[in-house]
């Protein structure tokens, strides 16, 4: 199993949770999509939405190289998005990635985003680091794992989300 197993199942699970996320509440996405000049309304972000929870399904259950490819393109465009954002200087208050919480474009979300590439890049090359796999090679049925996993998609949200406001407002 890669190195990259932890950060790739994270990156999996924010795909999942953001999906759902978004398939409920997919104003704030599509509000941030117009911001940046991509005419697209709510049905097209929860079509959207339901296919990053199927791929992040996916990857969380098979983990081979091809669910890799496709998270590694999702966090592409994602972080396109991102840096499009960033660029124009849109006034974008929330991304959307994870429904009504307030995740504006920042440089951390940017960040997250490259890490999700490089981790699915890695497992791309060194595949099956599904869940069955990752228990199967785990110490206690692979719980602490799962906890780990848990943990880095929670402080990953909270990175993107408060980080940046804490930042801003620590300026002066």
């Known amino acids: 199993m890669t190195v990259a197993a932890g950060p790739f199942l994270i990156a999996a699970m924010l795909l999942v949770l953001g999906g759902v996320l978004k398939a409920r509440h997919p104003i704030d996405t599509a509000n ?10 709510p049905r097209l972000v929860r079509a959207g ?7 992040g399904i996916w990857a969380v259950a098979v ?11 999702s966090y592409g465009v994602f972080a396109v998005f991102v840096a499009v954002a960033l660029l124009r200087r849109a006034p974008i ?5 994870f429904g009504k919480a307030d995740t ?3 440089l951390v979300h940017l960040g997250v985003n490259a890490g999700a590439i490089t981790a699915a890049v890695v497992v791309a090359f060194d595949p ?3 869940l069955p796999d990752v228990f ?13 996993i848990g943990t880095g998609a929670f402080l990953a949200i909270v990175a993107m989300s408060s980080l940046p406001r804490t930042l801003a407002a620590a300026r002066w």
């Open 32 to 41: 941030a999509l117009r911001g940046i000049g991509v005419p697209a309304g």
């Open 49 to 55: 939405a339901v296919a990053e929870t199927a791929i």
């Open 63 to 73: 983990g081979d190289g091809a669910a890799a490819v496709v998270v590694a393109l």
């Open 93 to 97: 208050a929330s991304c959307g990635c």
């Open 104 to 106: 504006p474009p920042s």
């Open 128 to 130: 099956g680091v599904g």
């Open 136 to 148: 199967a090679e785990q110490p206690l049925a692979g719980i602490p794992m799962l906890l780990l």
